[in-house]
């Protein structure tokens, strides 16, 4: 799931730097660094203030900024030259929250006052391993976080939690740190919703173009009827059907005659409108199982499942018949329409490919011999 989130995200940096896909995800992961980064600083600064204040001692301030700016160079490095793409865990996620809440039981011990501050803190690195990590991973990290925090304010030099008589500068500072925690943390939210966001309308996205992908490869846009490409698996089904348990199946190559004349004679328009035709006529006479699919141009191919050579030629022989005493004189005056039918059944021994040349040789038969006629393979 977060692997897909980010991809979504990658492809918007990779499309704006140019950079190939490894480098971009390398500069991703570090710009995440770079987020935490920005939230140390934030931290540190408010501790400076704290420091100015006389709250804390000046050297928690310079040891936590240190601290910051080791988690921000360290895992920069790792991801920007380390080879991590085999971990279970990429990102590093983990190692970074680990590394955050050893920084704020840090902060605490050197600290205490300012406990309610470093624990608020590190609610921002659990939400942000939450939008990352499985739930048990993230609570199992939650519970050993805070047994830490229990031992550290458990120690002889943390009997007083939090600031004792505080003045109105510090309970200025306190309330300004809660509120860039809360701020922090809905930031997150917001992250993880717009990482949401994206995903849906990428879902969605991807949803249409496969549909209209799969309607475009299964279908023949003028005619309705099957595409060349979405018939050859059902006819290698019949194939292996047939050779599997027998079952009878026929294939037919069905050409409209002299077709190339009436788009001269009538207008391509009039030829699209007769194809259109000529499969509602297919459709009229044949079975509710019988498929039919435009194989090129001028020419059709029926899958015939269920019926042997002879049910077979009755069914194509009925389609011809329809064909030529069709009134088609609505489309142009003086129209006449007449196919040529090649018929093959399915052997044990046929591939798709021997099937369909037996078929089409049957067509070439019956076009060579006056159109307007069925043979039989």
Same mark, same amino acid.
């Given at each position: 799931m977060q692997i897909a989130l980010d991809d979504i995200w990658l492809d918007r940096l990779q499309r704006r730097t140019g950079l190939d896909r490894d480098k971009?995800?390398?500069?991703?992961? $570090?710009?995440?660094?770079?987020? @935490?980064?920005?939230?140390? *600083?934030? #931290?540190?600064?408010?501790?400076?203030?704290?420091?100015?204040?006389?709250?804390?001692?000046? +050297?928690?301030?310079?040891?936590?900024? %240190? %601290?910051?700016?080791?988690h921000l160079a360290l895992f920069s490095l790792i991801h920007w030259f380390g080879h991590v793409e085999h971990r279970r865990d990429p990102q590093l996620v983990t190692s970074q929250m680990a590394y955050a809440v050893l920084v704020q039981l840090l902060g605490m011990s050197l600290a205490p006052q300012l406990a309610p501050v470093f624990i608020g803190t590190m609610s921002i690195v659990f939400a942000f391993g939450g939008l990352r990590i499985e739930l048990r991973a993230a609570m199992l990290s939650w519970f050993i976080a805070f047994v830490g925090v229990g031992i550290v304010l458990s120690l002889p030099a943390n009997g007083s939690l939090g600031i004792v008589d505080p003045s109105r500068l510090e309970v200025l500072l306190l309330c300004l740190s809660f509120a860039l925690i809360a701020l922090r943390t809905t930031l997150l939210a917001y992250y993880g919703s717009a990482l949401r966001m994206r995903l849906h309308e990428a879902? /969605?996205?991807?949803?249409?173009?496969?549909? !209209? =992908?799969?309607l475009l490869a299964a279908s023949d846009a003028l005619t309705g009827a099957l595409s060349r490409r979405a018939i050859l698996p059902l006819i290698e089904r019949s194939v292996k059907r047939a050779a599997k348990t027998g079952a009878p199946a026929c294939v037919a190559?069905?050409? *409209?005659?002299?077709?190339? /004349? @009436?788009? #001269?004679?009538?207008?391509?328009?009039?030829? &699209?409108?007769?194809? +259109? +035709?000529?499969?509602?006529?297919?459709?009229?006479?044949?079975? =509710? /199982?019988? $498929? @039919?699919?435009?194989?090129?141009?001028?020419?059709? $191919?029926? *899958?015939?499942?269920? =019926? #042997?050579?002879?049910?077979?030629?009755?069914?194509?022989?009925?389609?011809?018949l329809a064909i030529s005493a069709t009134d088609w004189s609505a489309i142009g005056p003086g129209l006449r329409v007449s196919v040529?039918?090649?018929?093959? /059944?399915v052997g044990p021994a046929d591939t798709v490919d021997v099937l369909l =040349?037996?078929? !089409?040789? %049957?067509?070439?038969?019956?076009?060579?011999?006056?159109? &307007?006629?069925?043979?039989?393979?």
């Open positions: 971009s995800r390398r500069l991703y992961r $570090v710009i995440l660094v770079c987020a @935490i980064g920005a939230s140390y *600083l934030v #931290d540190t600064i408010l501790y400076g203030l704290f420091a100015a204040a006389g709250t804390i001692d000046g +050297r928690v301030v310079g040891i936590y900024g %240190a %601290a910051g700016f080791g879902n /969605s996205a991807l949803g249409r173009a496969k549909q !209209d =992908a799969e190559m069905i050409d *409209l005659d002299w077709f190339k /004349s @009436i788009n #001269d004679r009538f207008g391509h328009l009039a030829g &699209d409108q007769v194809l +259109r +035709r000529v499969v509602e006529r297919m459709r009229e006479c044949l079975r =509710a /199982s019988d $498929v @039919i699919a435009r194989y090129g141009g001028e020419e059709f $191919v029926l *899958l015939l499942e269920g =019926a #042997d050579q002879n049910a077979g030629t009755r069914l194509v022989e009925r389609v011809r040529s039918c090649g018929v093959a /059944s =040349a037996r078929a !089409d040789k %049957a067509l070439y038969e019956a076009k060579h011999g006056g159109r &307007d006629r069925l043979c039989v393979a």
